[in-house]
């Protein structure tokens, strides 16, 4: 009779189209996953070598906005992962870059930095990183909040700002130490390392990994969708004359990096996944009666994709790689889990500009600005129009900062002196457009580059001006590439929500990576983060 029973239920389950993941009240486990450094071109341009289980099933069974962006400057590591996890810009966050320049200490400062706390684990060196500056909550804390702490939190990473930003406030932080191989957290956070990330070390992975040798996973000759491997547009490793295949690890270790040259390799992103399937079992996220949430964050596609730009071989293969390594978590999601009882989303902190030299060899406007030449060309001009002193303090990011005293002292108004620089920068080949603090903190933009640069415009912390550069333009060298700007080649990355309660399909329509926060505070019922800006994504909640 019971056997009768069970076949009865599954017969009218079906029969309705009713899912055991409808039926089921909240997730087991959110998986954030942020692929450092991915444009949306990436899903299509690779596509045809991709497996069934990764990125196309992501696709095929999941949502994606097709057009997701990034709506503010400077698009970066440390602002990208904290607006996904707190649904703002840093506008209201405050990680306005990976490091920016502080008046008051007259230095500039990390943004995962904490002085307070030390290494847990690891090394000293690596051990003073904390949430501490960012100043709202992420939708990893709301979660903690909304079940009095009892779901779990792990955020982690190659990059500590990629896991501590993303675990939030209250959740738990682990990154890799290039000084000694190791995955460690901080005092903030811990006063000793839990058994499983002990056991982990403990099995030398970074070791078994650099001892061999990086080749392509298919033959090179059918990466057609790569320039030529050997060109003037890459930067070889120390002590390899060419930027090309083979890698030989062992030999190249010692001169780059030693630990930490695994970041630039697709066995950074292995290493990755290992860590993160032994935070599953260790922590039992997902086991409990409430949701838990493991944030990932591929660090080695960025490092891939600055050294080596995206139209490299190295760069089809990292992600053929990655491809075939989210399959494995998604198979160990379901092995342990069961399918539809987890939510996975999938985005990026930034996307990438092409190589400028390659562009110019294309015959496509592009080129490098020569940051040091023009600071020096405005504080000349400074000296001669206003007299001697020390009137720039700081120049990074694409903004300069003046000093207040100076122009107070003498009697000059700073925002007639912004908007002199303003117009003397424009005379430079390679700026765009510049704008000044006056005019941002005294007009509201609402559309294209002006609204990107007030969204990462903080009061307290950025610059008097800001400089925008023509697209395809960066501020590097001859060879290897950046991001940062407000252009579409950095604006458009993956949004792709999969799993529990997920409708399958995708559109067209405008999206911010801020919007992902906000979706999934209505799909968990929870509160929004408190800063939050972002719109839940109707197409997937309703």
Not at 489 to 514: C, E, K, M, Q
Request: net charge negative.
């Amino acid at each position: 009779m019971k056997k009768i029973s069970i076949l009865l239920l599954l017969s009218i389950f079906m029969g309705t189209g009713v899912s055991a993941q409808e039926t089921a009240e909240k997730p087991k486990l959110v998986v954030g996953i942020i692929v450092d450094q991915m444009r949306q071109e990436y899903l299509y341009r690779f596509a045809d070598r991709y497996s069934d289980g990764g990125f196309k099933k992501l696709i095929g069974e999941g949502f994606m906005m097709k057009n997701g962006h990034y709506n503010y400057i400077p698009t970066y590591t440390g602002p990208g992962h904290a607006s996904v996890y707190t649904g703002t810009t840093p506008a209201t966050h405050g990680i306005i870059g990976n490091n920016w320049y502080v008046r008051s200490l007259d230095k500039s400062i990390y943004c995962a930095e904490d002085s307070t706390v030390y290494n847990i684990g690891g090394t000293p060196a690596s051990g003073q990183i904390s949430p501490r500056n960012l100043l709202t909550t992420t939708i990893t804390d709301e979660l903690r909040f909304s079940t009095n702490k009892r779901s779990k939190v792990v955020g982690l990473a190659i990059k500590d700002r990629g896991a501590s930003l993303p675990a939030g406030h209250l959740g738990d932080a682990y990154w890799y130490d290039s000084n000694n191989g190791e995955f460690m957290t901080s005092s903030y956070y811990k006063e000793d390392l839990p058994a499983w990330v002990k056991d982990f070390n403990a099995q030398k992975n970074p070791d078994k990994y650099l001892s061999q040798t990086w080749e392509t996973l298919y033959s090179i000759d059918t990466y057609i969708n790569s320039i030529d491997d050997n060109n003037d547009f890459e930067a070889p490793f120390v002590g390899k004359d060419t930027p090309t295949f083979p890698y030989d690890l062992n030999a190249l270790r010692e001169n780059n990096g030693g630990y930490g040259l695994i970041a630039s390799t697709p066995f950074g992103n292995q290493l990755t996944l290992d860590f993160a399937l032994a935070a599953l079992e260790g922590e039992k996220l997902g086991e409990g009666d409430v949701t838990d949430f493991l944030a990932v964050s591929f660090s080695s596609t960025d490092y891939v994709g600055h050294r080596f730009g995206p139209t490299s071989k190295e760069l089809e293969d990292i992600y053929l790689r990655l491809d075939l390594q989210i399959e494995s978590l998604l198979n160990h999601l379901d092995e342990k889990l069961g399918e539809g009882n987890y939510v996975v989303f999938l985005s990026a902190d930034h996307g990438v500009a092409d190589v400028a030299t390659y562009m110019e060899s294309q015959n496509v406007p592009a080129g490098n600005l020569n940051v040091g030449y023009v600071v020096s060309q405005v504080k000349g001009y400074m000296n001669t129009v206003y007299g001697e002193g020390d009137w720039v303090l700081n120049a990074s990011n694409e903004q300069i900062f003046l000093n207040h005293k100076l122009i107070r002292d003498n009697k000059l108004n700073l925002a007639d002196i912004e908007e002199e620089l303003a117009t003397f920068l424009l005379r430079f080949r390679g700026i765009k457009e510049v704008y000044t603090a006056h005019t941002l903190k005294t007009n509201s933009f609402t559309e294209l580059r002006p609204h990107l640069l007030q969204m990462g415009y903080n009061h307290k912390a950025s610059g008097d001006i800001m400089l925008i550069l023509e697209p395809s333009w960066l501020t590097g060298g001859a060879r290897g590439t950046s991001h940062g700007t407000g252009f579409s080649y950095d604006t458009n990355v993956p949004i792709l929500f999969y799993g529990w309660n997920i409708p399958h399909g995708s559109s067209t329509r405008y999206a911010t990576i801020t919007d992902i926060a906000p979706t999934l505070s209505m799909l968990l019922e929870i509160r929004l983060p408190n800063g939050a800006t972002g719109q839940p994504i109707q197409e997937i909640v309703h």
